[in-house]
């Protein structure tokens, strides 16, 4: 009674006091708080309709209990309140399985970090978009959902899904590539996997986070069409297809306000025509303002509580703009006493929160710890990523895969060789209780009869100075030369690692780091069965090598169990069946966004708009290195019976039918991708577009009938003088093809009035 007093005499003061940092959230609540409510309060009945119960929480709770919702009270947990028991939200990053949360990256990438969480690391988003296997990713983001629960937690904060508009962005390992079809229906398979286990994933970063140069303070000038083209429909089919529970709002700013208070992306486009229900959660300090952050409808501010003032205090925080909490309760509570946020918009913002507590069983059923991770299963998971992730772009003479019974030596050597690079920087680098390399993994697999001897060949770059001299370069080498030169075959692993690709910077240069262009140079001169393996999220550039490589294959970064799946590929265990996500330009001129970034006075212009990755280079006749889509397999598959029924458009029944046959003699994989051409349309739009894509095992020799589902959606274009999707009636093509390069058959379809 003393504390409501306070409250209500003094309401300055209390607004005083938690400007001052001085109330956390929960401190608050204790503080101020009515008593204890009974345990037969309506909300609390697991069996009413969740509106109901969030109605009636709403309705028992202060004006100060509903202001302290919206900011953290720790580090990655949101505000609990006691007296009416709502839990607190216990995060951690995502996206590729479970970081520690007791800090930032720095602090928990340390290898004396505080609280050591050993989780399975999963392969990077863009080794799983190079699956293209959405059954896969939804059973990854189970195995993460399942780790997330062991590890008492309640919510991952993933998945990525930017769109990489070019290959120097420092994230683009974590995201699924290039195109909005592909991302979406990947990001949706992550998000039904982990919500199916009522862990709460949150989708991320909205919108157009596609560099890091500047991230707090890039403003990003996009278009109407380009965006509702490119850069919004993942999140939209988060919304509409997964209905998802939460989303994080980027660093930057779009078309001149910042993510965190963008009120024509959260509040137009987000709730109002995507109809998100669930929360926004800001990404950890990125929100700028009290009141336009609310009342766009930014939900949640994170970090908050005692970590947050510490870390917004940092010079690195205030140089980017962000110099304090907006969200905490004082402020809030300020802002509505003086009219810049109305009662109704604070229910509404915390209705949100209270929403995905109840739907995600949370309230109800809160995780408890049992440390059951990395399991066999989470494993088995992680391997067959890495596995179907691995592209292989090269294979002249069928160099692979490797003839254990004619192989006697192998010479691994690279500066990814004898290290696992299991994934790009920052706050998505899990510590895995192992990880094996490509060398462990490749020793194990040759077994005693094969000889293999390592040799580093170059230092990586700025990892360790004492490898970096004119005399240690080339004795480096020189060792190199001669185990290649001594060895039936040489697998060089090169690539990067976390300090030259991750997160809270770009990646400097498409040119593999220092030295490593010339070691394949010279392992290629002395053994022409060099096989060349890239450890890395994004395209770097090829021309020093490619042109004498015979074997060449994408690894990405593959996770823990990636050495064992570089091994089952390269020795035929395995059969390569992975895609491209993106296009590889040859070089970063012929990049769409050359010239377009990473901008100007702290603006950057997407002036290709919706010209990126294979619709810029397929569209425009540039040549890239490989194609978006492309992937070679150590079987061959036939295309056939391309067939198209129109009428059936919207409808549960096929719109394409084709058959797709092994006619080689190994099992294999392949994934059939559809594209719509549009010759007619009044406006000018890509050559062609993915719409559709299925996965198929075949057996030697088998054939299977693949379906595709077609909408008058997937024939449409953003009309920004209409304001909405546009399919102009008359006859489109339908090609179905192993690469957005490679269409093996065509067809018409008819789009009637
Ligand atoms: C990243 C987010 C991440 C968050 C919490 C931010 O720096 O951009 O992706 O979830 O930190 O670690």
Redesign the pocket.
Known sequence: MHRSRVSTACPNLLAALAAASILSAGLLAQDVAPPPIPANTPYKDASLPVEKRVADLLSRMTIQEKAAMLSGSGWMESAPNQRLGIPAIKMA??PMGVRSWAG??AITSAADAPAKVIATSFPAGVTMAATWDTELVKREGQAIAHEVKALGRDMI?GP?VNINRQPLWGRNFEGYGEDPWLTSRLGVAYIQGVQGEGVIPSV??FDANNEEFERHRIDAQIDERTLNEIYLPAFKAAVQEAHVWTV?SA?NKVNGVHMAENMPLLHDVLQKEFGFNGFVIS??GSTYSTAPTVNAGMDLEMPGGPPMKPWLERPATQAAGNSDGWLVAGKVLAEVKAGNISEATLDDNVSRILRVIFESGLFDHPHQATSEVDTPAQRAVALQGATEGIVLLKNEGALLPLDATKIHSIAVIGPNGAVARTGGG??SLVRPKYAIAPLDGIKERAGDSIHVRFELGVGMDGEDPSMDTPEARAKMLKSATDAAAHADVAVVVVGRYPKLEG?GFDVKTMDLPAGQDELIAALERVNPHTIVVLNTGDPVTMAKWIDKTPALLDIGYGGQEGGLALASILFGDANPSGKLPVSFPKKWEDSPACGHYPGENLKVDYAEGIYVGYRHFDTKNVEPQFPFGFGLSYTTFKYSGLKTWPAKLNSKEPVVSLQVTNAGSRHGAEVVQLYIHDGHSKIDRPIHELKGFERVELKAGETKTVDFLLTRADLSYWSPDKKAWVAEPGTFEVQVGASSRDIRLRAPLVLEK
């Open positions: 990053d995502g930032s990256s904060l990525t991320k970063h994080m660093y990404d950890w920052g706050s997160e």
